[in-house]
């Protein structure tokens, strides 16, 4: 069974703070994929990252960068110097190797509200 | 850049009545997905696609849902008697399969928002 975590419901800051958002996953498999996706209010849900098991360096990219550490079995996500167009509700998901039709387990969610 | 693209935005069916949600997945994507959101919950698997079969299905995906690819470019889902419950967006997604198709990517469209009265 796979299990994603985000303890954070909800997270509120000022433009321009750093936010991390923090993911705990959990699965049996020896290799997995982990991503973040993000859901702005318009509803869509965009695709930020992918990381796979065997890769644990961090990962920036602009604003955003990605903590993976295979030992707590956390893969956060930070944005640095937030901007109101940032906010978004943003899920964490899972696909594990033995997953025949590759789905994705998704955490909860955390939204995020960015304020001017 | 290529889109998956979703139709209706918005469907409001009666209770009771079957509906058919409309996929255009990415054009050489070869894998196809429906997962679906009750409002303010989390994305929740429903079903994947791959050369013409169901790879693999979640426990909500029960006899009252159904899926096909009636032509080269649609995906589509069905639900034959609805209920209340079954009110929720659905997403449509694609991947591609290149390599290993594990852990590729999947694209989402917009979503389809149904309500059932």
């Known amino acids: 069974a796979q299990k994603v975590t985000q303890a954070q419901t909800e997270i509120s800051v000022v433009e321009k703070e750093d936010v991390t958002l923090d993911c705990v996953y959990e699965?049996?498999?020896?290799?997995?994929?982990l991503f973040w996706y993000k859901q702005p209010p318009s509803g869509e849900l965009v695709f930020l990252i992918r990381?796979?098991?065997?890769?644990?360096q961090n990962e920036i990219s602009g604003r955003y960068s990605w903590n993976f550490q295979k030992s707590t079995s956390s893969f956060n996500f930070t944005i640095t110097a937030s901007q109101v167009v940032d906010s978004a509700v943003y899920f964490c998901?899972?696909?594990?190797?033995?997953?025949?039709?590759?789905?994705?387990?998704f955490g909860g969610g955390t939204r995020l509200m960015v304020k001017p | 850049e290529p889109e998956v693209t979703q139709t209706p935005s918005h469907q409001v069916t009666q209770m009771g009545q079957e509906v058919i949600l409309r996929c255009v997945p990415i054009?050489?994507?070869?894998?196809f997905y429906w997962y679906r959101q009750i409002l303010g919950q989390k994305v929740e698997f429903l079903v994947s696609?791959?050369?013409?079969?169901?790879?693999?299905k979640s426990e909500i995906f029960d006899d009252q849902f159904s899926v096909e690819r009636p032509d080269g470019s649609n995906f589509t889902l069905k639900i034959r008697s609805t209920k209340l419950e079954d009110s929720a967006m659905y997403f449509c997604?694609?991947?591609?399969?290149?390599?290993?198709?594990?852990?590729?990517?999947?694209?989402f469209g917009d979503g389809t928002r149904l309500s059932i009265l």
């Open positions: 696609f791959y050369n013409n079969e169901i790879s693999e």
């Open positions: 054009s050489n994507h070869l894998y």
């Open positions: 998901a899972l696909n594990g190797q033995n997953n025949a039709g590759n789905m994705l387990t």
């Open positions: 990381r796979n098991s065997f890769d644990e």
């Open positions: 699965t049996r498999d020896t290799t997995y994929y």
């Open positions: 997604a694609s991947s591609p399969r290149t390599g290993s198709y594990r852990g590729q990517p999947q694209h």
